[in-house]
């Protein structure tokens, strides 16, 4: 039985044309599914970014992805000029996370599966809605889980940013600086690096053992670049 029957029902009244009716349906669907997907990436996610900014982008893509199948699937030449298109579309924004790009094509594959319905099966038993919809629950379900397991155990992270006028010459000063965080932190991700003249800047990820140990790495740092400033982030402030 399909699930979205109701909903199709409700505009059998209307006179809108069964091919509206069914797309509306499934805009709705799309719309209120990648909202649970936004949501879900704000609060299990990891990722070191801004979270909130990159969220907003899931209702869209998936809306987008959905009116591109459903235009495209009845003709061959729409498909080709859609390849066409495609080939000279080039995407700009750095995926620093890899997680991110699997929320990407999640978001992808909810319009892709919602696009591709075609009411002359779902009767049959080939709803694509109801196998998308299922699939799509089943793997936030098992994220959830593994991100609440894993929440406890995961160690304070802080984004660090060093910046100072006079640090010497860079490889000089990015090697004392990693001297100095290693010993307090566990494990250091380096992020970047910038250097002019005697002007050095660094900004690193660092997982620590417990919240405590921030005031012993700001004194390692203090040590290496006296003049310089240090600015402490704690990860999940930067949503």
Do not use: C
């Amino acid at each position: 039985m399909d699930a979205f029957a109701p909903y199709l029902a409700a505009f059998q009244m209307s006179g809108v044309p069964s091919d509206v009716q069914t797309a509306l349906v499934n805009l709705g669907a799309i719309l209120l599914l990648a909202q649970v997907l936004a949501w879900h990436y704000l609060r299990f996610s990891p990722v070191l970014s801004n979270k909130r900014k990159f969220a907003r982008t899931f209702v869209f893509l998936a809306a987008t992805t959905m009116l591109v199948i459903t235009i495209v699937k009845t003709s061959l030449a729409l498909s080709l000029g859609l390849v066409g298109a495609l080939s000279i579309i080039r995407f700009r924004t750095p995926i620093k996370e890899p997680e991110e790009l699997a929320y990407l094509f999640l978001a992808i594959g909810l319009g892709l599966g919602f696009g591709a319905f075609d009411p002359q099966t779902a009767w049959t038993g080939k709803d694509l809605r109801l196998i998308t919809t299922a699939v799509f629950a089943g793997i936030l379900v098992y994220l959830a889980l593994v991100g609440l397991r894993g929440a406890a155990s995961l160690p304070p992270r802080m984004l660090v940013h060093v910046a100072a006028e006079n640090g010497g010459p860079g490889k000089d000063a990015l090697a004392s600086l990693l001297a100095a965080v290693e010993g307090v932190a566990p494990r250091v991700d380096l992020r970047r690096v910038d250097t002019e003249g005697t002007s050095f800047q660094a900004t690193l990820v660092l997982d620590l053992e417990t919240p405590d140990q921030v005031g012993g790495l700001l004194e390692r740092v203090r040590e290496v670049f006296p003049d310089g400033t240090v600015s402490v982030v704690e990860g999940g402030s930067l949503e």
